[in-house]
């Protein structure tokens, strides 16, 4: 019995470095078809990211609802984006808004999405303050 577990031991050992063996050397065996379609998916979303930059995407909405002290704009976030930098892009009075106020306004703006994840490929709605001067 003794001797079955050390040639069973043997074996898996000296199946195990093989199998790491040809890991290392020739990589993992990939379906061919699902890593063509793949490629083909993340050139399709290059093409529309390009494209969407090149044609301006930010519609500004022309009738801001009455209870709202800001106008809204309609963008297409780029890969990287977050709510908070687009709204700094958008606003040159940032060191006055509060983190919370604009997480609030966006998800009054977009119920249904979730702020802490937005998609490239989705267009939401984002927050334009008024200028303010502190004079």
Not at 56 to 72: A, H, L, S, V, W
């Given at each position: 019995?003794?001797?079955?577990?050390?040639?069973?031991?043997?074996?898996?050992?000296?199946?195990?470095?093989?199998?790491?063996?040809?890991?290392?050397?020739?990589?993992?065996?990939?379906?061919?078809?699902?890593?063509?379609?793949?490629?083909?998916?993340?050139?399709?979303?290059?093409?529309?990211?390009?494209?969407?930059?090149?044609?301006?995407?930010?519609?500004?909405?022309?009738?801001?609802?009455?209870?709202?002290?800001?106008?809204?704009?309609?963008?297409?976030?780029?890969p990287g984006d977050t709510v908070l930098s687009i709204v700094e892009d958008l606003n040159q009075n940032t060191s006055t808004?509060?983190?919370?106020?604009?997480?609030?306004?966006?998800?009054?703006?977009?119920?249904?999405?979730?702020?802490?994840?937005?998609?490239?490929?989705?267009?939401?709605?984002?927050?334009?303050?008024?200028?303010?001067?502190?004079?």
């Amino acid at each position: 019995m003794d001797l079955l577990k050390r040639l069973a031991l043997i074996l898996f050992t000296i199946l195990f470095l093989v199998s790491v063996f040809k890991d290392l050397t020739q990589g993992t065996v990939v379906n061919k078809a699902y890593y063509e379609e793949q490629q083909q998916t993340e050139a399709d979303n290059s093409e529309q990211s390009l494209e969407q930059n090149q044609n301006p995407t930010k519609n500004i909405e022309n009738e801001p609802q009455q209870d709202q002290p800001y106008e809204t704009i309609r963008i297409y976030p780029k890969p990287g984006d977050t709510v908070l930098s687009i709204v700094e892009d958008l606003n040159q009075n940032t060191s006055t808004l509060k983190m919370n106020q604009i997480i609030d306004d966006f998800v009054t703006l977009n119920p249904d999405a979730n702020p802490h994840q937005i998609n490239p490929k989705t267009a939401y709605y984002f927050p334009v303050y008024p200028i303010v001067n502190e004079n």
